[in-house]
């Protein structure tokens, strides 16, 4: 019986020093990519408010997932960034990747992320929350974020839900720097009030 090969989904990185670098999307449960144009779109908004200068940002990427995020800020140059993934099969592939580019400043841990917020110690610039959708975990994660945030620092959200700041007490003490919505995808540039 000649079985065909099922090719994996990729995204690409969209730019910086591996621009149009294929990852690997795995099939893990609740893992589903930032889309492109979403990237996009976030991207140019950091690029502006940064002045395209990321050699000094420290980055924290919570439920890595594909690594798209994480690996999109350390190709413009990002410092460090620290990736966290509780699936195994997606934590192989980040660390291939992490491999293949030879990303240094990158570092991968593989645990819970709502766990490792109760323990991690650091200061960054920018923190990546972008968890499964329909587990309901922003409301539990964000508001764990903040003390982790150096002074001036962000944090990008994605939602399937709009992100009401009005409407949401997990949300008190957030102020939308920037928001969007592409398809069923909401997303915010937030910042501590």
Not at 21 to 46: I, K, M, Q, S, Y
Not at 66 to 93: D, Q, Y
Not at 170 to 176: D, E, F, N, Y
Request: proline share 6%.
């Amino acid at each position: 019986m000649n079985r065909r090969s099922v090719p994996s989904r990729q995204v690409r990185i969209i730019g910086g020093q591996w621009k149009r670098t294929p990852l690997t999307v795995v099939d893990a449960e609740g893992l589903r990519p930032t889309p492109d144009r979403v990237r996009e779109t976030l991207f140019n908004w950091l690029d502006h408010i940064f002045g395209r200068e990321w050699q000094s940002r420290r980055c924290l990427d919570l439920f890595a997932g594909s690594g798209a995020l994480g690996f999109e800020a350390a190709s413009r140059g990002a410092a460090r960034v620290l990736m966290v993934e509780a699936s195994p099969v997606a934590c192989k592939a980040l660390l291939a990747i992490c491999s293949k580019l030879a990303a240094t400043q990158v570092d991968i841990r593989r645990a819970d992320a709502l766990s490792l917020l109760q323990t991690l110690d650091g200061s960054f610039d920018l923190i990546f929350l972008d968890p499964p959708y329909g587990q309901d975990l922003l409301p539990t994660a964000l508001p764990a974020c903040q003390h982790l945030l150096a002074p001036g620092g962000l944090v990008y959200a994605e939602s399937d839900r709009p992100l009401t700041m009005e409407s949401e007490p997990w949300l008190a003490g957030w102020q939308a720097v920037r928001e969007g919505k592409a398809g069923a995808v909401h997303f915010a540039l937030l910042a501590a009030v």
